[in-house]
């Protein structure tokens, strides 16, 4: 008559606001990513304004930036999508008295190592835009800096 009786024992209520935290830090993590998309796509229109103001010939294209910002933004809402998701996942997990596996650490890492790439293509870019902007005022005689009548030279 001794049945094997399996007990269950609902997680502690640390547990649901120890998830609770790490959501809401995957929430403000992919807030930054899009408010950071948001800066780096407008940061190629700021570039041609002061190009407008400048007055320069030739205003090369800054259309990359526009990529890298809207890849952040992606980014930003896949990051929100999949915590919340997770968030979900760990609620029914600690629910049913399951131990809730630690999956945030794969998350974790795939968003730093997307970042790092990013961060790494974006510095490429300004090295390659800023030495064209210079190749282009030494050939032209210009000097990078003029502003209301004041000629700043570099040399």
Known sequence: M??????THRADLRDYLAAERTFLAWIRTGLALM???FVVARFGLFLQQLRFVDQAPA???YGV??????ALIAV??????SSAWR?????????QGKLADSGSLNQAAATAVFLALVG???AIYLVSVRG????????GRRKPWRRQGWELSTN
């Not at 930036?65 to 809207?70: D, Y």
Request: hydrophobic share 45%; charged share 15%; proline share 5%.
């Open 2 to 7: 001794d049945a094997p009786t399996q007990i």
């Open 35 to 37: 408010g950071f998309g």
């Open 59 to 61: 205003a090369p294209s």
């Open 65 to 70: 930036s526009l990529w890298f910002g809207t």
């Open 76 to 81: 930003g809402v896949v990051v929100n999508l």
């Open 87 to 95: 968030h979900i996942r760990m609620l029914r997990e600690l629910d």
């Open 120 to 122: 790494l293509a974006m």
């Open 132 to 139: 064209s902007a210079n190749f282009q005022s030494e050939g």
